[in-house]
Structures are given as C-alpha cells and as structure tokens.
C-alpha cells in the first residue's frame, strides 16, 4: 500500500520560513523523480519543484531562488524548503512523483502566510 505522509505545515509571517517533510512508504523511491505541489483555493494544484533520484532539481518561477527542494534516499524522505514565503504561496503542499501519480496523493499540509 502506498502511502506519502506530508508534515510541517502551519502559519507563518509574511518573510518567514518554513520546512516541509514528506515520507513515503509502498514504493520504490529511489527510481522516482519526486515532486512538491500546492493548491491554493479556488486554483489547480501546481508542481512547484521536483527532484530526479540523483539530486536534479526544478522549480517553478514563482518559488525559484526562496524554495530548496531536497531528498534522502534511505530515509525515502523528501523535502521542502520555504524562506521569504508570501501570502501567495498559501495552499496545501503535497508530495508525490513527477509527473504525479494520482494513487499517490496524501493528506497534504496546510501552509499559511499572513500577519
């Protein structure tokens, strides 16, 4: 069974920073090229940075140079480094493969930004 259980959320100021975590469980890890998304309300969701098994990282525009996307292999952990966030980047962060699986979607977790 697969399960990818995101962690790390919650409310922060305008400028602040944030870490987010993700373990999966069910799948081979080390062959996935691993992704953060986001759905703000009323928006589609949105991959927002990925990572290939080697370390390889792509951001969309509006995170690049303020969001760090990580992974620990034997630990099939990914992560999600947030500084500088701005209200816009309030949404559910979820993680999953890139391209996403949709068998894979988890909870996700709440990211605020507002004063």
């Known amino acids: 069974q697969v399960q990818l259980v995101e962690s790390g959320g919650g409310l922060v100021q305008p400028g602040g920073s944030l870490t987010l975590s993700c373990v999966a469980s069910g799948i081979r890890f080390t062959i996935y090229r691993m992704g953060w998304y986001r759905q703000a309300p009323g928006k589609q969701r949105e991959l927002v940075a990925s990572?290939?098994?080697?370390?390889?990282?792509n951001y969309a525009a509006s995170v690049k140079g303020r969001f760090t996307i990580s992974r620990d292999n034997a630990k099939n952990t990914v992560y999600l480094q947030m500084n500088s966030l701005k209200p816009e980047d309030t949404a559910i962060y979820y993680c999953n493969a890139a391209p996403s699986n949709p068998r894979y979607w988890g909870q996700g977790t709440q990211v605020t930004v507002s004063s």
């Open positions: 990572s290939t098994t080697d370390g390889t990282t």
